[in-house]
């Protein structure tokens, strides 16, 4: 419920289908890198992404969990 209530969630979710950067996902989606970064860390706190590696400052990789993905694929029908 939590990621269908919000536009830019669901966007983001759908562009998550392979580990990407904020601006990857930035430039794909035309959202702005610092909500693209809100949205993750959001989603991080929730169990919905995780990052890969977390101790970089910049070029952080962000996937879905195992769960979520099935939520994915619903969303892209």
């Known amino acids: 419920g939590w990621i269908l209530r919000g ?3 669901r966007i983001i979710l759908k562009s998550l289908d392979k580990p990407k950067t904020p601006t ?3 430039e794909e989606t035309r959202i702005k890198v610092s ?5 993750l860390r ?5 169990g919905i992404v995780q990052c890969l590696n977390p ?3 910049m070029g952080r ?3 879905l969990t195992i769960n979520v993905e099935k939520i ?4 892209s029908n």
Not at 72 to 75: A, E, I, P, T
């Open 7 to 9: 536009k830019q969630r």
């Open 24 to 26: 990857l996902i930035k």
């Open 35 to 39: 909500n693209v970064s809100d949205v």
């Open 42 to 46: 959001a989603m991080e706190k929730v």
């Open 55 to 57: 101790k970089v400052k």
């Open 61 to 63: 990789l962000y996937q």
């Open 72 to 75: 994915r694929k619903q969303l």
